[in-house]
């Protein structure tokens, strides 16, 4: 996620029927069909090898995470370390592989690695590497590969110049490649952020069921943090994208990959807990994945102690 000046087109929201949840979570894995419950997971500015984050979150949540997703560029190793502690942890690993290179703390080498020049093979060698590495380690990993690519702050973005096209032609080339290695414990993310005014249209961008295990999506309430944004319930900013993405994917279980909220316009608190019943309520999502960073705001869902009050409430609630 980065810094964007997201407004949402307001829409009607559709019910989801489905049978209600179970009072228990089962070890289901998130790519399977059937979720009993509505997981959770994290997303932390240490990452997987940041111990002191994922024992703070557990505590304030008053759960333990099931889902960890981390951030790798394009010249990172497959990051195995991070996986095996993510396992240690009782936890399922969400890699999220940004085809850039990182310079720094909010810099970024944008050109080093087109869509086009991964569609025309020119780095297969390191991608190679990462199949051999992720199907020698064995267990299931997801990896969400150039998300967010319907906005307008990626350069893998259609708005940043990468047609539809080629999109899709070097995310098929980068998941086929993996097959030919037999990375079969490697499963596939596909995750747009919520559909806003100007954002491209989701379906151009949607590689094929073939291509993708599990549809995700991006979306935070930016709140009155910025003259641009306003303070948005969870059920507009999700719903109308959670409706397209049940017709564009049928069958196919949903994750909300990225969610974080600000503190300035609104209850965060209020908003945590619509946020939970809205998701728990709706069958076809599997989980969601908080964003905890104290960033362009103060995502954390801990940012104060009402807002870690709600959000522990809201996952107890949830299996009642």
Not at 190 to 199: C, I, M, Q, T
Request: one cysteine or more; aromatic letters at 12%.
């Amino acid at each position: 996620m980065l810094f964007a000046a997201t407004i949402v087109m307001l829409m009607p929201v559709s019910a989801c029927a489905a049978p209600a949840r179970s009072t228990e979570c089962s070890d289901t894995r998130l790519h399977s069909l059937d979720h009993d419950c509505l997981r959770f997971g994290i997303s932390t500015p240490g990452g997987p090898a940041a111990l002191a984050e994922f024992e703070r979150v557990a505590e304030a949540a008053r759960q333990t995470p099931t889902l960890i997703l981390s951030f790798s560029d394009f010249t990172a190793p497959p990051p195995i370390e991070g996986l095996n502690a993510i396992m240690s942890f009782g936890a399922e690993p969400v890699v999220t592989w940004e085809p850039w290179r990182w310079l720094g703390e909010d810099e970024y080498d944008e050109a080093a690695f087109s869509m086009q020049s991964i569609a025309d093979g020119l780095h297969d060698d390191y991608l190679y590497s990462w199949a051999d590495q992720l199907a020698a380690w064995g267990r299931t990993v997801y990896l969400r590969f150039a998300h967010e690519a319907n906005g307008t702050w990626y350069p893998w973005s259609v708005a940043r110049g990468t047609s539809a096209e080629t999109y899709l032609e070097a995310w098929r080339h980068v998941h086929d490649l993996f097959a030919s290695k037999g990375a079969d414990n490697v499963k596939w993310i596909w995750a747009p952020n919520v559909s806003f005014h100007g954002s491209s249209p989701i379906a151009e961008l949607y590689p094929g069921d073939s291509y993708v295990d599990v549809v995700g999506v991006d979306g935070y309430n930016w709140g009155t943090t910025h003259s641009w944004s306003h303070w948005i319930d969870p059920a507009s900013l999700f719903g109308p994208t959670l409706d397209e993405l049940r017709a564009l994917a049928p069958g196919k279980p949903i994750v909300i990959t990225e969610v974080g909220s600000a503190d300035m316009g609104g209850s965060k608190p209020d908003w945590i807990r619509e946020l939970v019943t809205l998701l728990d309520e709706d069958t076809s999502v599997a989980a969601f994945i908080w964003f905890d960073y104290d960033k362009e705001a103060d995502w954390r869902f801990s940012s104060t102690p009402e807002s870690a009050a709600a959000f522990a409430s809201a996952l107890k609630e949830r299996l009642r």
